[in-house]
């Protein structure tokens, strides 16, 4: 079965899909920031990295980046809810959930998905990229 590293600095996030995955039969991994996720990456390279975006630190889109151009063969999903859930009004630096996951792609993420997503949608992504499906 694949070995999965999830990337958040939210724990209930990464409690939540490791125990999702675990479940479904995957080997997890977890990390609270870019920096661990790239160091544990460099012990043991994952098949698949799910990264959230935003993160003290290396943010999501880097830390993709960075292990596309390390680990080209590995499979990235970035996810996002941009980091607001309603809208607010204009600020000249605001970015969208969008713009997110658009920058992802362009670091060669796979997949990208909007927060909040249910389990099933997670399971088929992930299954959908590791051919499983």
Do not use: C, W
């Not at 151009?69 to 999903?77: A, D, F, P, Q, S």
């Not at 992802?104 to 997503?117: I, Q, V």
């Amino acid at each position: 079965m694949a070995k999965i590293l999830i990337v958040d600095d939210e724990e209930h996030v990464r409690a939540s899909l490791k125990q999702v995955l675990e479940r479904a039969g995957y080997e997890v991994a977890v990390a609270a920031t870019g920096n661990e996720g790239l160091d544990l990456m460099q012990r043991e390279a994952a098949d698949l990295v799910i990264t959230d975006v935003i993160m003290p630190g290396i943010d999501g889109i880097t830390t993709a980046r960075k292990i596309r151009e390390k680990y080209r063969n590995t499979l990235i999903i970035v996810i996002s809810g941009g980091g607001k859930a309603a809208p607010e009004p204009y600020e000249p630096d605001a970015i969208s959930t969008r713009s997110y996951l658009a920058s992802a792609d362009s670091a060669g993420a796979d997949r990208t998905l909007t927060k909040p997503f249910d389990r099933e949608e997670i399971l088929r992504t992930v299954r959908s990229l590791l051919d499983e499906d």
